[in-house]
T-cell receptor
Framework: EADIYQTPRYLVIGTGKKITLECSQTMGHDKMYWYQQDPGMELHLIHYSYGVNSTEKGDLSSESTVSRIRTEHFPLTLESARPSHTSQYLC????????????FGQGTRLTVV | AQTVTQSQPEMSVQEAETVTLSCTYD???????LFWYKQPPSRQMILVIRQEAYKQQNATENRFSVNFQKAAKSFSLKISDSQLGDAAMYFC????????????????FGKGTHLIIQP
């Protein structure tokens, strides 16, 4: 399995809480991504980063924010969680250069009640 | 923009039989990668097989093989001798070989096919 880790795996929180989903990789990859996976299993890119201090929004609008202070770490934050944020969040990474496959973390299943 | 279409939301196959999952894509690029990813229930998404568009030979990985038809923009996955552990969501994905434009270079995914293995 790839060396990319997400914590927590499962999270149930109340509306209005601030949460941070963690993603770390030990492969030295410059490129990192966050995908939101809806109940129908479709994947939507919500954030990406090509290196330290570089973050961009993806194709699907999201109220979450991300940061990239260290190469290996790409956390996602929700300032005030809502039930509409309930979803599976997948983190991925890949190396610089030719556009090869991405490596995925195990995902965080978030439920906001 | 690239699109990836998986027209089979769900497929079912008997254990030890062969099943083919379909995928079509649309792109104006001539050089790109195509992938099949597997996502078991509550488990990590992993790469099953990769095809480079400039290679005419179909990729093979043990029981998994692809039928890559570049002119038709078709990329199907064949699973031979299906096993219970093959049960999962399967995603077809596309990526240009070298990304030179603005915006994200993340993978473009299809909507997935849920594969059920009948014992």
């Amino acid at each position: 399995e790839a060396d990319i880790y997400q914590t927590p795996r499962y999270l149930v929180i109340g509306t209005g809480k601030k949460i941070t989903l963690e993603c770390s990789q030990t492969m030295g990859h410059d490129k990192m991504y966050w995908y939101q996976q809806d109940p129908g299993m479709e994947l939507h890119l919500i954030h990406y980063s090509y290196g330290v201090n570089s973050t961009e929004k993806g194709d699907l609008s999201s109220e979450s924010t991300v940061s990239r202070i260290r190469t290996e770490h790409f956390p996602l934050t929700l300032e005030s969680a809502r039930p509409s944020h309930t979803s599976q969040y997948l983190c991925a990474s890949k190396p610089q250069g030719a556009n090869t496959e991405a490596f995925f973390g195990q995902g965080t299943r978030l439920t906001v009640v | 923009a690239q699109t990836v279409t998986q027209s089979q939301p769900e497929m079912s196959v008997q254990e030890a039989e062969t099943v083919t999952l379909s995928c079509t894509y649309d792109t104006s690029e001539s050089d790109y990668y195509l992938f099949w990813y597997k996502q078991p229930p509550s488990r990590q998404m992993i790469l099953v097989i990769r095809q480079e568009a400039y290679k005419q030979q179909n990729a093979t990985e043990n029981r998994f093989s692809v039928n890559f038809q570049k002119a038709a923009k078709s990329f199907s996955l064949k699973i031979s001798d299906s096993q219970l552990g093959d049960a999962a969501m399967y995603f077809c994905a596309y990526s240009p070989r070298q990304y030179s434009g603005g915006g994200a270079d993340g993978l473009t995914f299809g909507k997935g096919t849920h594969l059920i293995i009948q014992p």
